[in-house]
């Protein structure tokens, strides 16, 4: 089948990237979003996001008219659907309501022969969910889940799984995992990677392929977990956690992640959760790895309060009024400047409420004039910190820290929660 028109039905992280990708292969596309302001954004050739050259390339699509833009669905070869799946309530039950809505308004644009492909990370069954959707709205044409081969619709899961940062690269070069609901499914959706995807396209269900997603950011969160369960014990016994880790990173099977902070972004701290929450007896592990990382950003504000008291034991003449707390790096991992569900803020968030003297930090990347910070923590220079903090806490190893001699501190009560003192050493 020819795709002479693929259409994008939202517009953030993931399908703007995947929109832009299609376009630069010199393919129509309609991107769809809820946002006005993203619309209008994209449709003057610019971007609402951050993320490197993606600028460029939408650019250039927009203004060769590859790539427009609007509210509401038209028709098209191909839906892509690429929308937010958060929790539903305090439960960290997936909340499936923006995959349910872009159905319904995809429904009644779809024509017989249309592919249908849902990329946002979802619970498993979520994609026969959403045919159920489609079916309801649409009952003059056929679906998968009743009609298998015969349906007139296709429908597939293909998850993204690129890293933030690195999107228009991984698009491109990882291997792309599809699960039709038929073999036919599957056969179209990798047909319509091909035209930019230079890594495989593997093909299986849709189940295994929703389940796929699941785990590889599970498998990620167990084993940042078991780095920040070792950090801890090891704090407890004396022992230098970075040192522990590379020497036992030398024996040929074992490869240790990182400790840190705890967890942040919207990826790994939410996907497992997708597993527990239908399988939860079963989840033993993936939720306790959860829970390990979600407890680090308190064990931290729990270090930085004793390197508080700690200070003003040897000076007992300050109050702690007069202890001025310096935490560097916010962001939700190095070198991004994206702030939510980040561990470092939540971090700084709570020293900056616990803590009764001036609470300033310092992010590199963070360049806009009103950074969605709390207003009891002031902005400054890793300079300006390193010179007036009493306390310092680490928080996020971004490349700017880690240039010798950058880190000058004037107080040798430090919480290292990343490890750069420890590998500059
Ligand atoms: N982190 C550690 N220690 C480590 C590695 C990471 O504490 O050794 C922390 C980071 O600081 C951050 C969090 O984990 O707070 C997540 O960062 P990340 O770089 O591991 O992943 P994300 O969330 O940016 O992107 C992940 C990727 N998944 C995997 O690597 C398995 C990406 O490929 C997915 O496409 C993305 O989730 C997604 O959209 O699901």
């Known amino acids: 089948m020819n795709f002479n028109t693929i259409s994008m ?71 892509l659907i690429a929308v937010p799946t958060p929790f539903k309530g305090d439960n960290h039950d997936p909340d499936l309501s923006y995959i349910e809505s872009a159905a319904k308004a995809i ?61 228009l690269r991984e698009l491109v070069n990882n291997d792309r995992v599809i699960g039709g609901m038929t073999p036919k499914c599957s056969q179209l959706a990798a047909a319509l990677y091909k035209i930019f995807v230079q890594g495989e396209c593997v093909i299986t269900n849709a189940r295994t392929a929703e389940m796929c997603k699941l785990t590889e950011n599970s498998f990620r969160d167990v084993n940042i977990a078991f780095a920040n369960e070792l950090s801890i014990i090891c704090d407890k016994l004396d022992i230098n956690v970075w040192e522990l880790i590379g020497l036992a990173n030398r024996h040929p099977r074992v490869n240790i992640l990182q400790p840190g902070p705890g967890v942040g ?7 497992p959760w997708f597993i527990v929450s239908k399988t939860p007896k079963e989840s033993r592990l ?42 560097l790096g916010l962001t939700f991992k190095a070198d991004i400047d994206d702030l939510r569900e980040s561990p470092a803020l939540q971090i700084a968030t709570k020293i900056a409420e616990r803590n009764k003297g001036r609470t300033i930090a310092v992010d590199p990347n963070i360049k806009t004039k009103k950074p969605p910070i709390p207003s009891n923590i002031s902005l400054t220079s890793t300079a300006e910190a390193c010179s007036t903090a009493d306390v310092t806490v680490i928080l996020v190893n971004h490349k700017e820290f880690k240039i010798p001699g950058a880190l000058n501190f004037k107080t040798n009560f430090i919480v290292d929660a990343t490890g750069i003192i420890e590998n500059q050493a």
């Not at 991107?31 to 954004?41: I, K, M, Q, S």
């Not at 972004?265 to 996907?271: K, L, P, R, S």
């Not at 504000?301 to 310096?326: G, Y």
Request: aromatic letters at 4%; proline letters at 7%.
């Open 107 to 167: 429904a009644p644009v779809l024509q017989k022969g249309n592919l249908v492909i849902l990329e946002s990370t979802s619970p498993v069954g979520a994609t026969e969910k959403m045919a159920t959707w489609l079916a309801e709205a649409r009952s003059d044409l056929t679906f998968p889940h009743t009609h298998g081969e015969e349906s007139d619709i296709r429908i597939a899961h293909c998850p993204e799984r690129v890293l933030p940062g690195h999107v």
């Open 286 to 327: 993936i939720r306790t790895a959860r829970e390990v990382n979600d407890s680090k950003p308190e064990w931290v504000v729990k270090k930085v309060e004793s390197a508080i008291n700690e200070h003003l034991k040897l000076f007992p003449e300050k109050t702690p009024s007069q202890v001025t707390v310096a935490c």
């Open 9 to 79: 039905i939202g517009l953030g992280y993931i399908g703007l990237p995947t929109a832009a990708a299609f376009a630069s292969r010199k393919v129509k596309v309609i991107g769809v979003d809820v946002n006005p302001h993203a619309v209008e954004t994209i449709n003057k050739g610019q971007i609402h996001i951050v993320e490197p050259d993606l600028d460029m390339v939408v650019h250039s699509a927009v203004t060769e008219g590859y790539l427009r833009a609007t509210l509401t669905p038209e028709p098209a070869d191909a839906f």
């Open 265 to 271: 972004g919207h990826c790994i701290a939410v996907d």
